[in-house]
């Protein structure tokens, strides 16, 4: 079983990984500059010292007179008169010997019965050697602390544009159309960004106003035709046998839903004119529908009844409420061959129970996909259950569908936090 660290998965800002990337850098660079220097004063404080030595060693084999002082102490051939630490060293140069309180580096040359012994004094050396690498350390401390203090400036200053512009297309409304992004910044990607920002939202204006467009033609083509058809109904009421009035009843009802699955597409589709966005009282429009619905005339063995209705106000265009409410009415009415369809309003929740035949075989989220029907007759093409999905993803509230006791369907629309 391989181990190894773990992942990281939260993301970081690019201001974040700029400033740590920056630190990184600065810092590295800090402590290898430090490094290099500390090395290369060591070779060549070891170089000097060496050379001072040989050339001493070698005047005073000579005959000459080889360099002496305080730093430098020289002793005869054979080592007779040097102390005891320098008569037993071999041949060579050898660091760090001590001699009472001080510290010396001492070459001795020559074969053993002649050979010589100089030694240099590294006491004062050493302790500024320790003074040296002290200023090293703090060398490196504060040009960490300036990496750390650009990479905050430099993050700040590369990352505020990209905020900029991230805050710009936040602001944008969805309906809004006609709204481009300044191309004119100093920056060439980010204006390159907001170029290929705005080809995208030409595209998506001109789809918008053919959207549109087609909308108003559909509405009116389709408002029309069932117009007449609702008239001609009118006008053939008590004119037919008793069985043409039962077809004509369901001619009716049908052209009612399908008028009122017209307005609702229309509502949705007119997102940005749809209404004032609030507050709507959804009790009201819960008594409006229902009035509505038995106005049209309910099949018979089927009932509405309106429970329990608290008070309750959304922020929220009042005819997509109705649309909402509408259409789960609607469909738990073509769900219900016999029994009663109940509406309620408890908290902030909306309840529609019908008293069908149940949930299908499929999830229930599966139900507010587009062209998703339920099981049975009359369950129509899945729109209803869509447009109340597309409704509640517009506002961000939640609907769910469960199964009730005895049959049935109990759908709850959950309008979320006051705003």
Do not use: K
């Not at 320790?130 to 960490?144: E, I």
């Not at 307005?263 to 004119?273: K, T, V």
């Not at 509405?304 to 106000?313: A, I, N, S, T």
Request: glycine share 14%.
């Amino acid at each position: 079983m391989a181990i190894g660290w773990p992942r990281r998965t939260e993301p970081r800002s690019l201001r974040t990984r700029l400033r740590r990337t920056l630190l990184l850098f600065g810092g590295t660079a800090a402590v290898l500059l430090a490094l290099g220097a500390a090395l290369l004063d060591e070779s060549l404080e070891q170089l000097v010292i060496e050379r001072t030595l040989q050339e001493a060693a070698r005047a005073s084999g000579e005959g000459g007179t080889p360099p002496s002082g305080a730093m430098i102490r020289r002793y005869g051939a054979g080592g007779a008169t040097a102390p005891e630490a320098l008569r037993d060293l071999a041949s060579g140069f050898h660091e760090g010997v001590s001699m009472g309180s001080r510290t010396y580096y001492v070459y001795v040359a020559g074969p053993p019965q002649h050979h010589r012994v100089v030694a240099y004094d590294t006491t004062r050396l050493a302790a500024r050697e320790r003074w040296f690498y002290g200023l090293l350390g703090g060398g490196v401390l504060l040009m960490v602390l300036a990496a750390w203090w650009l990479g905050r400036v430099a993050a700040d200053r590369l990352s505020r544009p990209l905020e900029e512009l991230a805050g710009t297309l936040r602001a944008l409304e969805p309906g809004a159309t006609r709204v481009r992004l300044r191309e004119d910044r100093r920056d060439v990607e980010l204006g390159q960004i907001a170029a290929a920002f705005n080809g995208f939202l030409d595209r998506l204006d001109g789809f918008i106003e053919r959207e549109q467009s087609f909308t108003r033609t559909v509405s009116h083509e389709l408002r029309t035709p069932l117009s007449n058809i609702r008239l001609g109904v009118a006008a053939l009421r008590g004119r037919v046998a008793p069985e043409g009035e039962a077809a004509l009843g369901r001619v009716d009802r049908a052209s009612a839903s399908l008028g009122e699955m017209v307005d609702s597409l229309l509502a949705l589709a007119r997102e940005g004119s749809a209404g004032e966005e609030g507050p709507c009282d959804v009790a009201a429009v819960v008594r409006e529908v229902v009035a509505g619905q038995e106005a049209a005339g309910l099949r018979g063995g089927v009932g509405l009844c309106v429970g329990r209705l608290d008070p309750l106000r959304v922020a929220a265009s009042s005819r997509l409420v109705a649309v909402l409410v509408g259409n789960l009415v609607r469909n738990a009415l073509q769900h219900t061959p016999a029994g009663r369809v109940t509406l309620a309003v408890e908290g902030r929740q909306l309840v529609v129970e019908d008293a069908g035949g149940g949930l299908p075989d499929q999830e229930p989220g599966e139900l507010f996909r587009y062209g998703s029907r339920g099981a049975g007759p009359g369950t129509g093409h899945g729109l209803g259950l869509y447009i109340v999905g597309q409704v509640c993803d517009r506002y961000g509230w939640s609907v769910d569908l469960v199964g009730v006791d005895g049959g049935g369907v109990r759908a709850t629309v959950d309008f979320g936090a006051p705003a």
